[in-house]
């Protein structure tokens, strides 16, 4: 099956700083790479996506990249803020649905 | 009000009794999705199903059963064979196909002692 690793598990930057998380996968034929945000004791909520066809998305402070032949992606955020902080997840599903999660990132957005 | 709706918020179950986690979708979905997740983990694979009658085993199915007997309804049964059950569910669902996001329902709080 599909196999997701994200690092870093952690990361702490100061706020208007940018943070980056990064994921890679092993199956070559995913072809949909969601994020998400989720809060302590919360659904996790998504925050931007990426399909297979597109290299790069943009929605205002945050960005994904998609490298197909690495087989990696990854989250920019810019001009952090503390209402940043929360675990981030990075996921990525197979033409038979079934979506795989990395095991997050606690970004944590010093004032 | 369109969503996914997950009950009980909590739930309390001696060791040794199955007991059956509701999720109940009005999306109109096809895809339907368990998660399990323990403290300060991700979100880890138990069962999927992309149509009625129809699903898959994810990463750690053991200990679980699930049916899809209705497009709306996905329920998860923690048998006793489960043997850490201790644990946040989530529920998801999805259009097919495979490029379009995961809906999350609020979770399910399973506590067994």
């Known amino acids: 099956g599909e196999n997701v690793e994200q690092h870093p598990s952690t990361l702490s930057v100061q706020e208007g700083d940018s943070a980056v998380i990064k994921c890679t996968y092993s199956?070559?034929?995913?072809?949909?790479f969601p994020w998400y945000k989720q809060e302590l004791g919360k659904r996790p909520q998504l925050i931007i996506d990426?399909?297979?066809?597109?290299g790069e998305k943009k929605d205002q402070r945050i960005a994904v990249t998609l490298n197909k032949t690495a087989k990696h992606f990854s989250l920019h955020i810019t001009e952090t803020q503390p209402e940043d902080s929360a675990v981030y997840f990075c996921?990525?599903?197979?033409?038979?649905?079934?979506?795989?999660f990395g095991a997050g990132t606690r970004l944590t957005v010093k004032p | 009000d369109g969503g996914i709706t997950q009950s009980p918020k909590y739930l309390f179950r001696k060791e040794g009794q199955n007991v059956t986690l509701s999720c109940e979708q009005n999306?109109?979905?096809?895809?339907m999705y368990w998660y399990r997740q323990d403290p300060g983990q991700g979100l880890r694979l138990i069962y999927y199903?992309?149509?009625?009658?129809?699903?898959q085993k994810g990463d750690i199915a053991e200990g679980y059963s699930v049916s899809r007997e209705k497009k709306e309804s996905f329920p998860l049964t923690v048998t006793s064979a489960q043997k850490n059950p201790t644990a946040f569910y989530l529920c998801?669902?999805?259009?097919?196909?495979?490029?379009?996001?995961?809906?999350f329902g609020n979770g399910t709080r399973l506590t067994v002692t």
């Open positions: 199956d070559s034929a995913s072809n949909y």
């Open positions: 199903s992309q149509i009625v009658n129809d699903f």
């Open positions: 998801a669902s999805s259009p097919t196909p495979g490029n379009s996001p995961l809906h």
């Open positions: 990426i399909r297979s066809n597109v």
């Open positions: 996921a990525a599903r197979r033409v038979n649905n079934d979506m795989r």
């Open positions: 999306l109109n979905h096809d895809a």
